[in-house]
């Protein structure tokens, strides 16, 4: 267990006693007086100078968000004013969100982060308001004459912090906007507060060093091409002995009909290289003339966490490396956040793709009209127009010991609108498949507790207690209905979920969609199935 | 309590003003014409520019909230209310949104329970709250078309028909014809406007996240419709003299000998501060709701590409830039090179 949490128990029991949801106070109006307290736990540590330098960023140099100086730049005030200006005047979608919020607290209750710390702040809106709060002082009238009669502050390094504090508190889950009657999405403000904050050099750790590094090697894991290869050639060896068929992924290779991008962490990650397993398989079973790339190796972009121009940055080699290769159309894997760059940015940004084809489907001849600016498709859309062409021997009985459940991701599900297909694949590969509670599923399911570039190690106190809510509802069907697989389409909560279900629900483990695809498939020559590709025993005593 | 007490003096010192100004020093004019005008003024004006400041940023990304299935393979059934594919589904999800607050519909209330434990129950009072205040406000407001248009429009005695249903039951053989019936909306609106307001007061989450300007509209509103009120039920006032004096505001030629009681100015200043308030407030929201990018736009950025206008240049880390980086590295595990 993590040195920054409490012990499972003792977090149980402070909760016990608090109640949190009820905790909060009625301060009347001094939130603006409660600075932000900064303990081990509940902050990310900062970059290097170096990290913030290879982005282009604003104000490298070391510092650290326990200190008490900041060494912020002297213009902070001036630089956070203009870059709000610039802001407002670029993004319909923040300049309404600062002015349109009738605080009905619809919201309120609806994060994950406010359910499992009680902390007010965490409220969706009270979150916004820590922006509108500085927006109405420089850019309203009311707030200009009025000031704090009408909620108006003045920027201070105490804001500065708190913004900190709270904007890499929030995984841009969007779940809020789903139950607001205007829409807003706080999403979006914790972006623009995110490049708000690197105008003076306040940023993690964790979200800078991936974009970097992703940018250089082609991946967020900083993995060189001769390793990436290796490693998954490693796993193919794997597949090998799990299921005594060998497959041929190729890398780079020119002329292949589909190139195929996946979050690094199917590669690296435990659990997700059973995932990548169960992609290789599924690839082999239908003969798909695809590729690697180790330049495109990345599916994921923490761009996305950290501004506009650093995640197109890291998106155009999506493109880049397709028309190179000469390709026809992209596959995606399955990851979250990766696909809300995909399906709502990628061509805005790095378009259009001409030099791409509409995607069809070699194996069954589907034309994937809804992706034909994009050209790029879902490895779930792939894969359920195969299963329903028939085109999968499957046999969902090699799943059977299985309970599972399903976790829609926050991005996919609110950020895209993909919910039914990856529960048309389960159906399909597994016999145990049991819903957790409708209000925590679908376009309402709860962050992974650690999503937006927060799955760091220092911050272990705070993304346990913002996957409490969905380990909540994980409980409710491990009790209810014996599930003991979690089962989800993104990297980030396949590696997330499972410290948290560890934390929360010790027994239940985490899954990909495909590595499941991959236990069923019955593949050409292959050796009698006893184990899955974790290679845990199939147990299939025949029960008659 | 200052955020809640501060608002309420407000509006009572608002009243005092229009009551005693008119009552006491006889400034008919100014309350009856020069302000109402300017409030009015402000009002167009400032909604107006507000709007066109927003329409002036544009929406660089396509990014409404998807909160049900998306429009993909042939044979799986898309939600086009949640997930429109195209401008109908759009339109027919704002139209739910403005006319009937389809989100708010969807309300839960969280709850800590000992495990600890999570638990979630449907919460329909807030929408059906903000639903009875915001349509009973327009059909008051319509019904006024009794005063401010010359002709009473068609949909006047309709709405009154309707909205009067309980006039007779209520008042017949009490007070005979003397009294006018109750309108229905008029009863409502103090009811949901009373809900709002215990709500942000008594339930701790929405007293924390309040702010002063969250309780002056409350209380102005409910000053308009006391007044409206007790001028319909109570204090009598000259109706022909105050549909006279609007129609004299109306058509531009303002009557200025026209004097009605004073309760009519307080309910008219009250009015006229709303107006002016209206672009400076939160109560934006009602132009603002039709232009959130989250709910105005199609779900289909995979199948039509959207255009940024400031779509920025970005310099990036070319393949070329790449293998000649990692090329030895590349080469000794057999990858395809552009230049050996």
């Known amino acids: 267990m993590s040195k920054f949490a409490p012990k499972p128990a003792e977090m149980a029991a402070q909760m016990n006693q608090d109640y949190l949801v009820e905790k909060v106070k009625a301060h009347e109006s001094d939130w603006m007086e409660t600075p932000p307290e900064f303990r081990p736990g509940n902050w990310c540590y900062a970059p290097a100078p170096e990290v913030v330098e290879s982005l282009g960023l604003d104000n490298p140099r070391k510092w650290s968000p326990d200190e008490e100086d900041w060494k912020l730049p002297a213009d902070y005030k001036a630089r956070i004013h203009q870059g709000m200006k610039e802001r407002l005047d670029k993004n319909r979608a923040f300049k309404l969100f600062m002015d349109v919020c009738v605080r009905c607290g619809a919201c309120a209750d609806k994060c994950h982060f406010f359910l499992g710390t009680g902390d007010p702040k965490n409220m969706p809106v009270m979150r916004a308001e820590l922006m509108r709060s500085v927006y109405r002082n420089d850019f309203t009238m009311a707030g200009k004459i009025l000031k704090d009669w009408v909620g108006a502050r003045k920027l201070t390094p105490e804001v500065v912090k708190e913004w900190f504090m709270y904007f890499y508190q929030c995984t841009e889950c969007r779940r809020c906007s789903v139950f607001c009657p205007y829409g807003i999405d706080t999403a979006e403000i914790t972006l623009m507060a995110r490049e708000l904050l690197h105008l003076l050099g306040v940023n993690i750790n964790w979200i800078l060093k991936p974009a970097s590094d992703c940018n250089r090697t082609g991946n967020h894991l900083g993995i060189e091409p001769h390793t990436f290869t290796q490693v998954v050639e490693s796993l193919v060896d794997d597949i090998e002995d799990v299921t005594g068929v060998s497959v041929n992924p190729t890398f780079n290779r020119k002329g292949a009909e589909v190139l195929f991008i996946t979050p690094s962490g199917d590669a690296f990650a435990e659990p997700g290289l059973y995932t990548m397993m169960g992609y290789m398989l599924l690839f082999e079973h239908v003969g798909l003339d695809y590729t690697f790339s180790t330049y495109a190796s990345e599916g994921g972009n923490f761009g996305l966490f950290t501004g506009n121009e650093v995640m197109k940055k890291l998106n155009a080699k999506m493109y880049h490396e397709a028309q190179r290769l000469g390709v026809k159309w992209i596959l995606g894997g399955e990851c979250g956040h990766m696909w809300r760059v995909v399906h709502q940015y990628m061509d805005t940004m790095n378009g259009p793709a001409d030099f791409l084809e509409t995607p069809i489907n070699p194996i069954t001849g589907t034309v994937f009209d809804f992706a034909k600016s994009t050209k790029m498709v879902h490895i779930a859309e792939f894969t359920a127009d195969l299963i329903r062409n028939n085109k999968l021997k499957l046999d969902p009985k090699r799943n059977d010991h299985r309970v599972l459940t399903f976790h829609d991701s926050c991005n996919t599900s609110r950020g895209m609108g993909m919910i039914e297909e990856p529960r048309y694949i389960l159906h399909k590969v597994a016999n145990k498949f049991y819903e957790m509670p409708e209000k925590t599923i679908r376009e309402q399911t709860f962050c992974c507790g650690s999503g937006s570039g927060l799955n760091t190690e220092e911050y272990m106190d705070i993304r346990m207690r913002g996957a409490f809510p969905r380990a909540s509802a994980v409980k409710h069907v491990a009790e209810r209905n014996g599930v003991n697989l979690l089962t989800a389409i993104c990297a980030i909560d396949r590696v997330t979920l499972t410290a948290a279900m560890r934390y929360w629900n010790p027994g239940v483990e985490v899954s990909g969609l495909h590595e499941l695809v991959g236990n069923a498939l019955i593949m050409e020559g292959e050796k009698e199935r006893d184990i899955d590709l974790r290679e845990d025993d199939l147990e299939l005593e025949e029960e008659e | ?330 080469k000794a595990v057999g990858l395809p090179l552009e230049k050996e």
């Open chain 2, 1 to 330: 309590m200052k955020k809640i007490i501060t608002p309420f003096v407000l509006v009572v010192l608002l009243g005092l003003i229009a009551w005693f100004g008119t009552a006491g020093l006889g400034l008919y004019t100014l309350f009856g014409v020069v302000l109402p005008y300017g409030a009015f003024a402000t009002f167009i004006v400032g909604f107006t520019f507000k709007i066109l400041s927003w329409a002036k940023s544009p929406v660089p990304f396509r990014i409404p909230t998807t909160a049900g299935q998306a429009k993909s393979l042939t044979w799986i059934k898309p939600n086009e209310l949640e997930s429109p594919s195209g401008a109908p589904g759009v339109l027919a999800r704002m139209f739910l949104e403005v006319f009937f607050f389809r989100s708010l519909l969807r309300n839960s209330r969280a709850s800590m329970v000992k495990g600890p434990r999570l638990v979630y129950v449907s919460d329909k009072s807030l929408w059906l709250a903000g639903l009875v205040f915001h349509w009973s406000f327009l059909i008051i407001f319509l019904r006024h078309y009794r005063i401010f248009a010359e002709q009473v429009p068609f949909f006047v005695p309709l709405l009154e028909a309707v909205d009067g249903f309980f006039e007779i039951v209520w008042y017949n053989e009490i007070h005979a014809v003397t009294l006018p019936g109750l309108y229905l909306t008029d009863a409502l609106i103090l009811v949901a406007l009373t809900f709002l307001f215990l709500r942000r007061v008594l339930d701790t989450k929405v007293r924390f996240i309040s702010l002063l300007q969250d309780y002056f509209p409350l209380y102005l509103i409910l000053g308009i419709v006391i007044t409206g009120s007790l001028m319909r039920y109570n204090l009598k006032v000259d109706v022909i003299a105050a549909k006279n004096l609007v129609q004299s505001l109306v058509h531009f030629h303002p009557d200025t000998s026209i004097q009605v009681g004073s309760i009519f100015y307080v309910h008219l200043f009250f009015v006229s501060t709303l107006a002016f308030y209206f672009p400076f407030s939160k109560l934006m929201h009602a132009g603002g709701v039709f232009m959130s990018p989250t709910r105005n736009l199609a779900n289909n950025s995979r199948a039509k590409r959207h255009i940024n206008p400031w779509n920025p240049t970005i310099k990036i880390r070319t393949y070329a830039e790449y293998e000649e980086d990692y090329r030895d590295k590349m």
